[in-house]
């Protein structure tokens, strides 16, 4: 198994472009999270999602869209890029959405916007 | 507003000591604690984790003690290895308020040869 991956690694935008963050697992896991890791600070979850057709917002949504077409993917949409949105994003996907199952990270996006 | 603190942000340790990693809450809800370890460039892993309805956990080296009167907890190393070197977060969920984790902002650990 691959785990969960995600692509590009690294991205440089302009201010105002827009790209799409994207991950996949192999797991068959269910739910699946979008967390953001400025420095310093600790993991900030932006949208999640309990299955395919189903998503919903977390603690730092805005600026960004998610959709969830199948299990495997579960891409990230940043539209309208500002400084602000300058982070290292991690995809998450978990078998199911209780406490007591941990989440499995992608090795991150590094992204900057100038 | 962080509910979940890693006041520490780097602590160093001799190798085949403890180590001692502090994390802090705020939030009485929460009833779940997981510990996870991240290296550099790569996602975070999951480690330990630990029940409210407990106050202590061990999974070999690793050992996660809670304290809910102080909303307050540890995890402790031993013997620390310099393979331990890495951030290290803690992460609080309440199943009753949605689930969601919240991370603390990490505590880089440094385990010295």
């Known amino acids: 198994n691959a785990g969960v991956t995600q692509t590009p690694k690294f991205r440089i935008l302009k201010i105002g472009q827009s790209m799409t963050l994207q991950c996949t697992q192999d797991?068959?896991?269910?739910?699946m999270y979008w967390y953001r890791q400025d420095p310093g600070m600790g993991l900030k979850l932006i949208y999640y999602?309990?299955?395919?057709?189903?998503?919903d917002k977390g603690e730092v949504p805005n600026g960004y869209n998610v959709s969830r077409s199948t299990t495997e993917d579960f891409p990230l949409r940043l539209e309208l890029a500002a400084p602000s949105q300058t982070s290292v994003y991690f995809c998450?996907?978990?078998?199911?959405?209780?406490?007591?199952?941990?989440?499995?990270f992608g090795p991150g996006t590094r992204l900057t916007v100038t | 507003d962080q509910q979940v603190k890693q006041n520490s942000p780097s602590l160093s340790v001799q190798e085949g000591r403890i180590s001692i990693l502090n994390c802090d809450y705020t939030?009485?809800?929460?009833?779940?604690f997981l510990w996870y370890k991240k290296y550099p460039a790569e996602g975070p892993t999951f480690l330990i984790s630990?029940?409210?309805?407990?106050d202590k956990n061990e999974d070999g080296r690793f050992t996660v003690f809670l304290n809910k009167s102080a909303k307050h907890l540890s995890l402790h190393i031993v013997p620390s290895q310099p393979g331990d070197s890495a951030v290290y977060f803690c992460?609080?969920?309440?199943?009753?308020?949605?689930?969601?984790?919240?991370f603390g902002t990490g505590t880089s650990l440094t385990v010295i040869p």
């Open positions: 998450a996907s978990s078998y199911l959405w209780t406490a007591s199952y941990e989440q499995y």
């Open positions: 797991m068959n896991h269910n739910y």
């Open positions: 999602s309990v299955g395919a057709g189903i998503t």
């Open positions: 939030n009485s809800m929460f009833d779940y």
């Open positions: 630990i029940s409210s309805i407990k």
């Open positions: 992460a609080a969920s309440a199943q009753d308020a949605g689930n969601q984790f919240y």
